[in-house]
C-alpha cells in the first residue's frame, strides 16, 4: 500500500511521446557517447521552476541544469538584459574593453568572501575557473604541490581533474597533473579516518590527520601552493562539513603560507541561503571559484583573488571569449534577482524543504541521512540504517520513477540524491514536487526493498 499522508493521486506520465523518441533516436546516431544523461527528457520550453516537453509534458524541476538556473527557467529580466544586449554587439575579446565586464567584476568584487580588494578573471566555465585558479596559486607562490579532497569535483580538463576524485571513471584513461594529494574529505556520515580523543569533530580530525600523516609523510607544508575544497561537496554526495573544519583549515593554512581555494562553482551565487557557502563558516578564502548559477544558463565562470595575490604578469592567462557582453548582462540581471528576494528565498525554501525531508526519512526506511544548506540539500539512500550500507539501486529508480511522474531530479556521490531547484522557487510547488517525491520513493521501496 501506498502511504496514506499523500494528498492526491499523482497520474503516471506517458514519457517519452513520439516526438521525444524521434529526437532522441536522431541524438543517439550523432552525439558524442561521453555525456551522462538522466533520463529520457527532451525539452521544449520552461518558465520559472516548470519545464514542458516537446510532447507537452509538465514537469517540476528540481536540478535546475545542475544548479545553474538560478533564477529559474527564462526570467523575464535576465531574458530581456539578453536582448537588449544581442542588439548592441555579441563579441569584442578580451583584448579590448566594455562597460558590463567592468560593472560586472565591480559587483563580484563587492560580494567577494574576503575584506581585501579583489582581481576578477572571467571566462566560460567552472573547470575554466578552477584552472586559472591553481595558476595563480603555483606562480604566486612558486610552490609545486596541491592538497584536494576525495570525493571532491573540479571539472574535466586535465589541471581541474587533478583534483576531481569523484568517480573513477572521470579519471580513468587519463593523465591529470601528479602534484595533486588527495586527503579525506570530513564526511561524517561515512568517515574514512578515526576520531582521536580531544578532537571536537570530525573536521578537526581531516586537519589533524592532514598536519600530523600527509605534512610529516608525504609532502613538507613549505612545498604545498594551496588546498582546494568545495564548501559543500557537490558531485562528491552533497557533503556538509563539520562546524571546525573550515577555521581549523584556515588557521593551517595561515600558519605554513599555503593558500585556501574554495571551489564555490556549485554553491556560490546564493544557491545556500549566503552569496557564498564559504560564509557559513565565518572564514575568508583566498581565491574563490565561480561558475554555474552566476549568468542563469548562459556560460560564464571565473574566479575572485586577493588583489595582494594576483601577482601574475600581463599575458600570463587569458580567454577568447573572457567578458563576452551577454554573458556579463546576463550575470548582472542575475545578481539583482537574487539580491532582490532570490538568496532569501533560499534560505526559507531550504529551511522548510529539510524539514520536510527530516519528518519523510522517520517514515522511510531507505532515508539513512538528510542534510544541506538553502537549495543545496542532499538526501542519501540505505540499504539499512543500522549498516548504512549505500543503495544506489534505489536511488536511481527513485530518479526513474520521479521522471514518469512529472519530476527532474538527480543523484550525486554513491547513493544521494540532491535537491537543487531554482532560487526563485514558490512553496506550492515545493510542496509539489516533495509530494512527487515521496511518491516516487515508497514506490521504489515496495519495488527494492519488499
Avoid at 573550515?246 to 595561515?254: A, G, I, N, Q
Wanted: glycine share 10%.
Amino acid at each position: 500500500m501506498l502511504a496514506t499522508h499523500l494528498t492526491r493521486t499523482i497520474p503516471r506520465l506517458n514519457t517519452p511521446g513520439p516526438k521525444a523518441r524521434a529526437i532522441l533516436e536522431r541524438d543517439r546516431a550523432v552525439v558524442s557517447r561521453a555525456y551522462g544523461r538522466v533520463a529520457d527528457f527532451v525539452m521544449s520550453h520552461g518558465l520559472g521552476s516548470q519545464v514542458w516537453d516537446v510532447d507537452g509534458n509538465r514537469y517540476l524541476d528540481f536540478m535546475s541544469g545542475i544548479a545553474v538556473n538560478a533564477t529559474g527557467h527564462s526570467h523575464p529580466r535576465v531574458v530581456r538584459a539578453i536582448q537588449e544586449q544581442a542588439e548592441k554587439f555579441l563579441h569584442i575579446s578580451s583584448d579590448y574593453y566594455h562597460e558590463s565586464w567592468v560593472r560586472l567584476s565591480e559587483r563580484l568584487n563587492e560580494i567577494a568572501p574576503f575584506a581585501e580588494p579583489s582581481s576578477v578573471f572571467l571566462g566560460n566555465s567552472g573547470t575554466e575557473a578552477v584552472e586559472g585558479a591553481i595558476k595563480l596559486a603555483r606562480y604566486h607562490t612558486g610552490r609545486p604541490y596541491f592538497l584536494g579532497f576525495i570525493g571532491g569535483f573540479h571539472g574535466r580538463t586535465l589541471g581541474s581533474l587533478g583534483f576531481t576524485a569523484s568517480k573513477i571513471t572521470q579519471r580513468r584513461g587519463f593523465l591529470p597533473q601528479r602534484e595533486v594529494i588527495h586527503v579525506p574529505y570530513p564526511y561524517e556520515y561515512r568517515p574514512l579516518l578515526a576520531m582521536q580523543p580531544g578532537e571536537v569533530d570530525y573536521g578537526e580530525t581531516v586537519v589533524n590527520y592532514i598536519e600530523r600523516v600527509v605534512f610529516k609523510n608525504l609532502v613538507a607544508p613549505d612545498e604545498v601552493a594551496a588546498v582546494l575544497v568545495e564548501p559543500i561537496q557537490g558531485e562528491g554526495g552533497y557533503v556538509v562539513p563539520p562546524a571546525s573544519f573550515f577555521p581549523r583549515l584556515r588557521e593551517l593554512c595561515d600558519r605554513h603560507g599555503i593558500l585556501l581555494i574554495v571551489d564555490e562553482v556549485q554553491s556560490g551565487m546564493g544557491r545556500t541561503g549566503k552569496w557564498w557557502a564559504i560564509e557559513h563558516w565565518g572564514v575568508e578564502p583566498d581565491i574563490v571559484c565561480t561558475a554555474k548559477g552566476i549568468a542563469s544558463g548562459v556560460p560564464l565562470g571565473g574566479f575572485i583573488a586577493r588583489q595582494s595575490i594576483a601577482t601574475w604578469p600581463t599575458g600570463a592567462h587569458g580567454n577568447t571569449y573572457g567578458g563576452n557582453p551577454l554573458a556579463m548582462v546576463a550575470a548582472l540581471a542575475t545578481m539583482e534577482v537574487l539580491e532582490n528576494g532570490g538568496i532569501q528565498n533560499a534560505a526559507e525554501q531550504g529551511a522548510y524543504i529539510l524539514s520536510r525531508l527530516n519528518e519523510m526519512a522517520a517514515r522511510h526506511p531507505s532515508i539513512g541521512d538528510v542534510r544541506g544548506k538553502g537549495l543545496m540539500i542532499g538526501v542519501e539512500f540505505v540499504q539499512d540504517k543500522a549498516t548504512r550500507m549505500p543503495n544506489a539501486r534505489l536511488r536511481d529508480r527513485i530518479v526513474e520513477l520521479a521522471f514518469e511522474h512529472g519530476l527532474l531530479i538527480m543523484g550525486c556521490g554513491v547513493s544521494t540524491m540532491r535537491i537543487i531547484p531554482p532560487l526563485i522557487i514558490t512553496r506550492p510547488e515545493v510542496d509539489e514536487g516533495l509530494e512527487i517525491f515521496e511518491y516516487a520513493v515508497t514506490l521504489a521501496e515496495e519495488e527494492l526493498m519488499g
